[in-house]
């Protein structure tokens, strides 16, 4: 039932390691979104895909890497992890662009040790 | 490129009494704009939307804001606050020459007293 599904929702983990977080929508949207959101409730955009296709990729580290393998899905892999990267990251989805709204994920809290 | 500025980080208000949340935007062209509310450990939920329509716009929860493009204003209401109203508001601005990429306020928290 959920429409944007968003695993795990908490990841604890040490400074130096590799982690991913997955995304997946049900709700048939072409365009998905990675939102990062800091201690302050800041949002910033990471990333965006439309239909597989990356078309917005923000000054992000580029130890973060996304990854859609269809219009479903887009996945986040951070290589390295620095306490900085604590956040929480929303994924999101929207229909044709950004003119509808977003639906979001329920978030991941990533804490960096 | 565009921009969104809401106006207090924290607005409280007593239940029952109404609810103003302020945003103003920057954009130079016509804007689409957003309120979305998110709750303790939860993702953004959206609760209303304004693209060019009609310039009131009601959304979910009794909530309606209204676009004044001669104030740049895209402000937040609601009639009658509820305890269940308590929560963390944010403004956002896309529009065609940012991409269509959305831009977020830095959010407003809003408190309801019994």
């Known amino acids: 039932d959920t429409a944007v599904s968003q695993t795990p929702k908490y990841l604890v983990t040490q400074m130096g390691n590799d982690k991913s977080i997955k995304c997946e929508q049900n709700?048939?949207?072409?365009?998905m979104y990675w939102y990062k959101q800091d201690s302050k409730k800041f949002l910033k955009i990471m990333f965006s895909?439309?239909?597989?296709?990356?078309?917005i990729n923000e000054t992000v580290p580029n130890r973060f890497s996304p990854k859609s393998p269809d219009k479903a899905h887009l996945n986040l892999h951070i290589n390295s992890l620095e306490l900085g990267d604590s956040a929480v990251y929303f994924c999101?989805?929207?229909?044709?662009?950004?003119?509808?709204?977003?639906?979001f994920g329920s978030g991941t809290r990533l804490t960096v040790v | 490129a565009q921009s969104v500025t809401q106006l207090g980080s924290h607005v409280s208000v007593s239940e029952g009494a109404l609810v103003l949340l302020r945003c103003n935007y920057s954009s130079s062209v016509p804007p689409y704009l957003f309120w979305y509310v998110q709750y303790p450990n939860q993702g953004l939920q959206l609760l209303l939307k304004y693209t060019s329509a009609a310039t009131l716009v009601k959304g979910i929860n009794g909530f309606e804001a209204e676009f004044k493009k001669s104030e740049t204003s895209f402000h937040l209401t609601k009639p009658s606050a509820h305890m269940s109203d308590a929560a963390e508001y944010f403004c956002a601005v896309s529009d065609r020459d940012g991409g269509f990429k959305t831009i977020f306020g830095a959010g407003t928290r809003l408190f309801v007293k019994a």
């Open positions: 895909y439309n239909n597989k296709e990356l078309i």
């Open positions: 709700l048939g949207h072409d365009t």
């Open positions: 999101a989805s929207s229909l044709q662009g950004e003119l509808y709204g977003y639906t």
